[in-house]
């Protein structure tokens, strides 16, 4: 698996469409300050389902789209697309080549989709689990983040551990399980409450 091609629209500082290409093996960018090289890493953790307009160095999340300059108009939208090679089929999904995207108006109105077909953020991050690449992984390691690593919680150094280990997906499923018993645990209660009034 490796990342083929990042494109944007109107994210950020990229105001007319921009296609990075990649190839395997180690590729830089270099640019001038303020030119746009970390809005390139902002547009991958984006489209990964970044919600925190925080980490993109935003006050809002409308803050990702152009907001224009003195010869051009603000855009009306942002747009991210992350094409991925998957021929050694590390995402569990049956294609060769992954697209991701996701797309935001002015209006707060945004979507994802997966190849082209509309998804929820949850099978976003679904897909990415246990690979290193989701928001949350270590793909991507921002300026002073070494630092927050090393000075961090140790529950929070875990969840990088557990990432690397490729667990998190079955932690997730536990999660989800043991919420749903708790709630059948609930109705049990109910139900035995009903049946002792009924008696
Ligand atoms: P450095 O080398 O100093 O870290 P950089 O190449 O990483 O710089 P970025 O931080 O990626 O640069 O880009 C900053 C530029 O992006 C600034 O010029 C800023 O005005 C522009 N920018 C950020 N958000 C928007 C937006 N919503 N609309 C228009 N331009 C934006």
């Known amino acids: 698996m490796y990342l083929k091609k990042i494109e944007a629209q109107g994210f950020k500082s990229f105001a007319n469409k921009m296609v990075l290409e990649f190839n395997p093996g180690i590729m830089g960018i270099v640019g001038p300050n303020g030119s746009g090289k970390s809005n390139v890493a902002d547009a991958v953790r984006w489209v990964l389902g970044e919600q925190s307009a925080k980490s993109l160095r935003g006050n809002n999340m409308q803050d990702v789209i152009f907001a224009g300059t003195e010869n051009r108009k603000p855009q009306g939208y942002a747009y991210v697309g992350l094409t991925i090679d998957n021929s050694d089929h590390m995402l569990a999904i049956d294609f060769d080549e992954v697209t991701i995207s996701r797309r935001v108006y002015r209006s707060g109105e945004s979507e994802y989709l997966i190849n082209g077909g509309a998804c929820r953020l949850k099978d976003i991050y679904e897909l990415f689990y246990d690979t290193g690449v989701g928001k949350e992984g270590y793909s991507i390691i921002g300026q002073g983040q070494i630092d927050r690593i ?9 969840e990088l551990f557990d990432e690397a280990a490729g667990i998190v997906k ?28 009924l008696e």
């Open 150 to 158: 090393l000075s961090g919680k140790p529950e929070e150094r875990r």
């Open 170 to 197: 079955f932690k997730k499923r536990r999660q989800v399980a043991a919420k749903k018993l708790e709630s059948e645990e609930t109705n049990l209660v109910r139900v035995s409450d009903i049946l002792g009034e």
